[in-house]
Antibody, heavy 118, light 110 residues
Framework: EVQLVQSGGGLVQPGGSLRLSCEVS????????MHWVRQVPGQGLEWVSN????????DYVDSVKGRFIISRDNTRNMVFLQMYSLRVEDTAVYYC???????????WGPGALVTVSS | IVVTQSPLSLAVTPGEPASISCNSS???????????LDWYLQKPGQSPQLLIY???NRASGVPDRFSGSGSVTDFTLQISRVEPEDVGVYYC????????FGPGTKLEIK
C-alpha cells in the first residue's frame, strides 16, 4: 500500500520559518520526481516546487524562489520543503505528490495546513 | 504556460453528459511524442485524484464514463453520464514544463 505521510504544518508569524516533511512508502521513492503543490482554502491548486531523483534538478514557482528550499533524502524515503520568510499569502494546504503517472496512477499526500498570521 | 478552463462551474442532472474544456497558451506536445495534459478531480475534503493522463488515458480504477481528448493546446474532459459521486472540482494540469493547473471547474448536481 502506498502512503505519503505529511508532517510539519502549523501556525507561524509573518517572516517566520517552517519545515514540511513527507515520508513515502509503497513505491520506489528514489526512482521518481517529487513535488509540492499548495491550495489556499477555497481556491485552486498551485504547483510550488519539484525535485528530481538525485536532487540535481530543482524548480520553484516564482513566488517562492529565494524563500523555499526543496530537498530529499532517498535513504529515508522523504521529501522536505523548508520555508523561510513566510508571508500571509503563503497560507495554504501543502500537498506532497508524485505526479508522474507510471502505471496509470499517481499519489498525493493528505495535505498539511500552513497558516501564516500574526 | 497559462492554462484556462471553461466553464468554471456547471450543474448537471444525474445521467446527463458533461464536458469541460482546457486550453493551454503553449503546445503541450513534448519532443518525446507525449502530450503532457492530465485531468484531476478533487472531491470535497480530499486530495486531488488522477482521472486522465497524457490527454486520453484513464487512470487506474477510473470508470469508463470519463474520457479525455484533444491535442496540442486544446483539450476536453467528457463525462458520458454524470453520477452523484462525480461532484467536486475538476482541474486540468500541464506538465510539459514545470506543472501548472487550470483554475478548476466546479461540478454540482441539479
Amino acid at each position: 500500500e502506498v502512503q505519503l505521510v505529511q508532517s510539519g504544518g502549523g501556525l507561524v508569524q509573518p517572516g517566520g520559518s517552517l519545515r514540511l516533511s513527507c515520508e513515502v512508502s509503497g513505491f520506489p521513492f528514489s526512482d521518481y520526481w517529487m513535488h509540492w503543490v499548495r491550495q489556499v482554502p477555497g481556491q485552486g491548486l498551485e504547483w510550488v516546487s519539484n525535485i528530481n531523483q538525485d536532487a540535481t534538478s530543482i524548480d520553484y514557482v516564482d513566488s517562492v524562489k529565494g524563500r523555499f528550499i526543496i530537498s530529499r533524502d532517498n535513504t529515508r524515503n522523504m521529501v522536505f520543503l523548508q520555508m523561510y520568510s513566510l508571508r500571509v499569502e503563503d497560507t495554504a494546504v501543502y500537498y506532497c505528490a508524485r505526479l508522474s503517472t507510471a502505471g496509470g496512477v499517481n499519489y498525493w499526500g493528505p495535505g498539511a495546513l500552513v497558516t501564516v498570521s500574526s | 504556460i497559462v492554462v484556462t478552463q471553461s466553464p468554471l462551474s456547471l450543474a448537471v442532472t444525474p445521467g446527463e453528459p458533461a464536458s469541460i474544456s482546457c486550453n493551454s497558451s503553449q503546445s503541450l506536445l513534448h519532443r518525446n511524442g507525449y502530450t503532457y495534459l492530465d485531468w484531476y478531480l478533487q472531491k470535497p475534503g480530499q486530495s486531488p485524484q488522477l482521472l486522465i493522463y497524457f490527454v486520453s488515458n484513464r487512470a487506474s480504477g477510473v470508470p469508463d464514463r470519463f474520457s479525455g481528448s484533444g491535442s496540442v493546446t486544446d483539450f476536453t474532459l467528457q463525462i458520458s453520464r454524470v453520477e452523484p459521486e462525480d461532484v467536486g472540482v475538476y482541474y486540468c494540469m500541464q506538465a510539459v514544463r514545470s506543472p501548472g493547473f487550470g483554475p478548476g471547474t466546479k461540478l454540482e448536481i441539479k
